[in-house]
């Protein structure tokens, strides 16, 4: 039986400040720091056996990654990243204040694109530094990969092509899969293996640092999905 764990990365330092991040590469705050040290001894006490792990290009996910990886003291595992399942490109709004250009542009707008499916924040110029092909991480691909906004049904479009053809391979051969990635990128993977539709997207909501786990059988069946998380003890 395979096994799937999503888990959305620790808080940033753009996640703390309330902005725009996308493709940015910013690190973790120390809270996302510590988020992802709590996953990776969730692992351990439910005694969870991974056998490879899969990333975005971005630090973030990346870090926390790894963090989990050596809190769990599975360092030895195969990593693998991708640029596919980065956060969803949030264009020219990347790098600004989410209340601010809430303001600017409107709750229908705002929340349309912040929420909704095929909407998506204004294009970033061929030019703006903020487009991918000024960063080194992205030369070997293709202009026509890089994009300059995406809406969540494009960030679902290349997520879940990632997902079926380098990671259903590993989950049909039984294998656990840890996959640390984007808020978004995970919605996009959720909302594929649980078949919801697009009216209901706006309602799915990831939590920095909390492991949500699928089981699937041998023919790519869900049998079970759950969250692992820490508990928190009320002190009365």
């Given at each position: ?95 600004r204040n ?116 699928y089981d ?15 508990k928190v003890?009320?002190?009365?």
């Amino acid at each position: 039986m395979g096994k799937l764990i999503l888990v959305r990365h620790g808080k940033s330092i753009w996640n703390m400040e309330n902005i725009f991040t996308g493709w940015t590469d910013v690190d973790l705050a120390p809270q996302g720091i510590e988020e992802a040290k709590i996953a990776g001894e969730i692992i351990i006490d439910h005694s969870v056996k991974i056998d490879i792990c899969f990333s975005s290009y971005l630090k973030r996910a990346i870090k926390t990654a790894s963090i989990i990886m050596e809190t769990a003291d599975i360092m030895h595992i195969d990593f693998i990243k991708s640029w596919k399942l980065n956060e969803r490109n949030y264009g020219a709004w990347q790098g600004r204040n989410k209340d601010e250009v809430r303001s600017e542009v409107g709750e229908d707008l705002f929340w349309k694109v912040r929420r909704g499916y095929s909407d998506a924040a204004p294009a970033l110029s061929l030019n703006d530094k903020r487009y991918p092909k000024f960063d080194y991480k992205y030369q070997s691909l293709n202009s026509s990969d890089l994009p300059v906004t995406e809406s969540l049904k494009d960030t679902k479009q290349r997520a879940v092509q990632y997902y079926f053809e380098t990671i259903v391979p590993q989950l049909v051969n039984g294998k656990t899969v840890l996959v640390s990635a984007h808020g978004n990128s995970i919605r996009a993977l959720m909302t594929e293996i649980l078949n919801i539709p697009a009216t209901e997207i706006s309602k799915v909501e990831v939590q920095t640092g909390v492991l949500n786990i699928y089981d699937f059988d041998s023919t790519m069946i869900l049998k079970d999905h759950y969250k692992l998380e820490q508990k928190v003890e009320l002190v009365m």
